[in-house]
């Protein structure tokens, strides 16, 4: 709903000004959004240069400014109105940005940024401009480093398409999860396999093809997924297409450089075949009459709502601020002798799995004697969580020595009193298998989620129950099979999780009564 004024029919040069100055003021305000929110902005910029699968980021910025370029007729007649549907939206997408900032969950921030950066827009310049605008500005969202968190079912497909495809070409394959061996020898389907890269690039092209060769949204959201589809089965081939010339080159050829210039060829070839077919039902151009320069708001009300504006984003910002800075609360001393009572701590036999957990308030790391095997169990708890120090991050690792290998994932049932779903790893080092199985533990809630227990976080904060939690990581290890690994994790979750668990929740009691 856009601000009630009335317009002063020979008021020319004052609705110039007024455009000029919503201008002015949207500019203004994306450099205070941007400058608030500086560190995760920061965060974004770095993973442009590390990140292969995210190195258009700066190309993004380019072609936002260039889509946004092509609308000048549009804006030029459309009429500039403050919209308070914009101010709500800011509203809203300040509040995401706020819950991000008090659980650390930075990929919230950034695409919550974003939105406030639309919103400003929407805000300032009113219904009309913001729908010009709209396609180009949601190119934006290409630049937040997303889609890692789909890596491992990536390269599950394409060691599975591989497998198929070989075994149809006649070539015999023994596979176990991401490793194959076929006749001339072994493969593994690694990070650099999982076509991440290519499936994200045809993402974004895609887009941009979508927008700028057809008007009706249902005609681009088809042609995004055939892009994103073809570039599946692209990758699928290049894998496919490797191993082959490798097989009957007797390991001559697929390797090295050859081996990633061969997979930029077959994705170079998929583009500019996906291209050819969209191509075929391209929607006509659509031709901006000239006439006048639209109407504007008069300035002093897109003032204040640059002044409403500025107050929401640096009100949001300086609330989490605030309650981030608190002083921090007791520390838990983690004494899990009642739940683990009976079992004997010993030294282990086989190599095991230590996950590896930055800035975690208190780490409980033991191995013991359960039946006539070993198990281990890592207890990471973490209470006033910050950047560098949070239960959910990159950092955290299971594995961090890279000395095993990762074989596969799974899930393990829900044997109820409490236990959820449990996530469980599979990894291998010459003759010893190892399983791990991890579980959040969220001020009394469980989840094998990690979105979950960022859910569960910030709805404690919000109802004052603080921002404790834990990941609890039970390995072991043998020299038989994984399906042996997880019968025993099954043993130990049934007789001591629960009792771990309740554990957690007496310790956090405790430490809310100090």
Same mark, same amino acid.
């Given at each position: 709903?856009?601000?009630?004024?009335?317009?002063?029919?020979?008021?020319g040069?004052?609705?110039?000004?007024g455009?000029? =100055?919503?201008?002015s003021?949207?500019?203004?305000?994306w450099?205070?959004i941007l400058?608030?929110?500086? !560190?995760?902005?920061?965060l974004v910029?770095e993973?442009w240069?590390?990140l292969?699968s995210?190195?258009?980021g700066y190309?993004?910025?380019?072609?936002?400014a260039?889509?946004a370029?092509?609308?000048?007729a549009?804006?030029?007649?459309a009429p500039?109105?403050p !919209?308070?549907a914009? #101010? =709500?939206a800011?509203v809203?997408?300040g509040?995401?940005?706020?819950?991000?900032?008090m659980?650390? *969950?930075?990929?919230?921030?950034?695409?919550?940024? #974003?939105?406030?950066?639309?919103s400003t827009?929407?805000?300032?310049?009113?219904?009309?401009?913001f729908?010009?605008?709209?396609g180009?500005?949601?190119?934006?969202?290409?630049a937040?480093?997303?889609g890692?968190?789909?890596?491992?079912t990536?390269?599950?497909w394409?060691?599975n *398409?591989?497998?198929?495809?070989?075994?149809?070409?006649?070539?015999?394959?023994?596979?176990?999860?991401?490793?194959f061996v076929?006749p001339?020898?072994?493969?593994?389907?690694?990070?650099?396999?999982?076509?991440?890269?290519?499936?994200l690039t !045809?993402?974004?092209?895609g887009?941009?093809?979508?927008?700028i060769?057809?008007?009706?949204?249902?005609k681009?959201?088809i042609?995004?997924?055939?892009m994103?589809?073809?570039?599946?089965?692209?990758?699928?081939?290049?894998?496919?297409?490797i191993?082959?010339?490798?097989h009957?080159?007797?390991?001559q050829?697929?390797?090295?450089?050859?081996?990633?210039a061969f997979g930029?060829?077959?994705?170079?070839? *998929?583009?500019m075949?996906?291209?050819a077919?969209?191509?075929?039902?391209?929607d006509?151009?659509?031709?901006?009459?000239?006439?006048s320069?639209?109407? *504007?708001?008069?300035?002093?009300?897109?003032g204040?709502v640059?002044?409403?504006? =500025?107050?929401?984003?640096?009100?949001?910002?300086q609330?989490?601020?605030?309650?981030?800075?608190?002083?921090?609360?007791?520390?838990?001393?983690?004494d899990?002798?009642?739940?683990l009572?009976?079992?004997?701590k010993?030294?282990?036999?086989?190599?095991?799995i230590t996950p590896?957990?930055?800035g975690?308030s208190?780490?409980?790391?033991?191995?013991?004697?359960?039946?006539d095997?070993?198990?281990?169990?890592?207890v990471?708890y973490y209470?006033?969580q910050?950047?560098?120090?949070k239960l959910?991050s990159?950092?955290n690792v #299971?594995?961090?020595?890279?000395?095993?290998?990762?074989?596969?994932?799974?899930?393990m049932?829900?044997m109820?009193?409490?236990?959820p779903?449990l996530?469980v790893?599979?990894?291998s080092k010459?003759?010893a298998?190892?399983?791990?199985?991890?579980?959040?533990?969220?001020?009394?809630?469980t989840?094998?989620?990690? =979105?979950?227990?960022?859910?569960?976080?910030a709805?404690n904060?919000?109802?004052?129950?603080?921002?404790?939690?834990a990941?609890?990581?039970i !390995?072991?290890t043998?020299?038989?099979?994984?399906?042996?690994?997880?019968?025993?994790i099954e043993?130990?979750?049934?007789?001591?999780l629960?009792r771990?668990?309740?554990?957690?929740?007496? #310790?956090?009691a405790?430490l809310?009564q100090?």
């Open positions: 709903m856009p601000f009630a004024y009335t317009e002063n029919k020979g008021s040069n004052n609705s110039a000004i455009r000029q =100055m919503a201008w003021v949207t500019a203004l305000m450099i205070t400058v608030v929110y500086r !560190s995760q902005v920061a910029v993973a240069g590390n292969p995210h190195a258009h190309v993004v910025l380019l072609v936002v260039y889509l370029w092509t609308k000048r549009a804006l030029a007649v500039q109105v !919209s308070k914009g #101010i =709500m800011l809203l997408s509040a995401a940005a706020f819950a991000g900032e659980v650390s *969950a930075g990929v919230v921030v950034q695409f919550s940024v #974003i939105f406030m950066l639309l827009v929407w805000a300032v310049m009113g219904d009309r401009c729908r010009v605008l709209f180009p500005l949601c190119f934006l969202f290409f937040i480093p997303f890692y968190d789909i890596l491992p990536l390269m599950d394409t060691a *398409a591989t497998v198929i495809a070989l075994r149809v070409s006649g070539v015999p394959v023994l596979q176990q999860d991401r490793n076929i001339s020898g072994s493969w593994s389907v690694v990070e650099a396999c999982s076509g991440i890269r290519y499936l !045809s993402f974004f092209v887009s941009i093809f979508a927008y060769t057809y008007a009706k949204w249902h681009r959201l042609f995004i997924l055939f994103l589809l073809l570039s599946l089965f692209a990758n699928w081939l290049r894998a496919y297409m191993v082959m010339a490798a009957l080159s007797n390991n050829w697929g390797f090295g450089l050859s081996h990633l930029w060829v077959i994705f170079a070839f *998929a583009v075949v996906s291209f077919i969209g191509a075929r039902w391209r006509p151009e659509k031709h901006i009459e000239k006439t320069a639209g109407t *504007a708001a008069p300035a002093r009300i897109t204040g640059a002044l409403l504006t =500025m107050a929401l984003v640096l009100g949001w910002s609330g989490a601020n605030y309650l981030l800075n608190l002083p921090p609360r007791p520390v838990p001393t983690l899990l002798s009642n739940s009572n009976g079992l004997e010993v030294r282990p036999t086989l190599a095991v590896y957990f930055l975690a208190a780490i409980h790391d033991a191995t013991y004697r359960f039946g095997s070993e198990i281990g169990l890592t990471a209470r006033n910050r950047q560098g120090a959910v990159v950092n #299971i594995e961090p020595t890279h000395t095993w290998t990762w074989n596969k994932s799974g899930r049932a829900s109820g009193d409490g236990i779903e996530r790893e599979y990894y010459a003759k298998k190892a399983a791990v199985a991890t579980v959040y533990w969220i001020g009394g809630r989840t094998s989620s990690a =979105m979950m227990s960022k859910f569960y976080q709805f904060l919000l109802t004052g129950k603080g921002d404790d939690g990941m609890v990581v !390995s072991t043998n020299l038989g099979n994984s399906e042996a690994s997880k019968a025993l043993m130990f979750v049934r007789d001591r629960p771990v668990l309740k554990n957690l929740d007496v #310790i956090q405790g809310n100090s």
